[in-house]
């Protein structure tokens, strides 16, 4: 099997600790060193305002921002999803530059959308864990987001037993493409575009802890243009991923309604 806690020190130092807590519903991961600090896998800090997840997170562990967090670079908004399954804490947090907008404790996948100045919009949570009606709703909702809304997806104790093919295809459509993976009660977190790519995506099998997305995001407005009576804005977006792979991803918002 895996370790679930390991720590090592140099010789002569400060004693070493690993400690792992379990229960029924809840897998707790953390180290320990004599100082009494709790060190933290870095993907599950939170970094503090004005300061974003180091790039290299995946392989650091820390105790506060200098160990795992860089200063912000101007114009960049940071997204977060990390989820757990009912064995790994039984959560979704949803994170804009390290603030918690959002924290689902309901069954099934909660959607967080956000506004085109990246503030939270909408949320819903879809049981596809034992109601078969889940997937449909979570489908039909997808379906009518517009085109480049920015979504953030958390599963929290189980998504995956009703999670049917139309559901699925939405999903989909908005960047997923890890679906396929998502085992009973996984753990998975979707940072994604209505119409576009998965700007970062990951699945943890159940005991194997968070699943973590990290984006990172800056919106520019490129030009606006008159159609039909509406006033609408065409903006790119450049991305970084928790891969470290930048791109553009083109979105199309309508702004408001004028008189024709």
Not at 34 to 57: I, N, W
Not at 70 to 95: H, P, R, Y
Not at 125 to 146: K, N, P, Q
Request: a negative charge; one cysteine or more; glycine letters at 10%.
């Amino acid at each position: 099997g895996m370790a679930l806690a390991e720590e090592r020190l140099p010789a002569g130092g400060q004693s070493a600790e690993a400690t792992v807590t379990y229960g029924p519903s809840t897998v707790t991961l953390t180290t320990t060193i004599s100082d009494g600090l709790e060190v933290l896998p870095c993907q599950l800090f939170r970094c503090p305002a004005g300061f974003t997840l180091k790039m290299d997170m995946w392989s650091l562990n820390g105790r506060n921002e200098m160990d795992c967090c860089d200063v912000a670079k101007d114009g960049w908004t940071e997204l977060v999803v990390q989820s757990a399954g009912w064995s790994d804490g039984n959560e979704a947090v949803f994170l804009v530059n390290g603030q918690i907008i959002f924290v689902a404790d309901l069954r099934g996948l909660t959607v967080v959308t956000l506004r085109p100045d990246l503030t939270r919009g909408d949320v819903r949570t879809f049981d596809t864990h034992v109601d078969d009606g889940g997937s449909e709703a979570i489908a039909s909702y997808l379906d009518g987001l517009r085109n480049g809304t920015i979504i953030l997806v958390g599963a929290v104790d189980d998504a995956s037993d009703c999670l049917a093919k139309a559901a699925k295809l939405a999903l989909r459509h908005s960047g997923a493409r890890q679906l396929e993976s998502l085992g009973f009660r996984s753990a998975y977190a979707l940072v994604g575009a209505k119409g576009g790519q998965a700007m970062a995506e990951m699945v943890k099998p159940t005991l194997q802890g968070y699943a973590v997305a990290v984006a990172r995001m800056r919106p520019d407005i490129c030009s606006t243009t008159a159609i039909a009576g509406l006033s609408l804005v065409r903006s790119s977006a450049r991305l970084w991923n928790q891969d470290g792979f930048q791109w553009l991803l083109p979105a199309l918002s309508v702004l408001a309604a004028f008189a024709a």
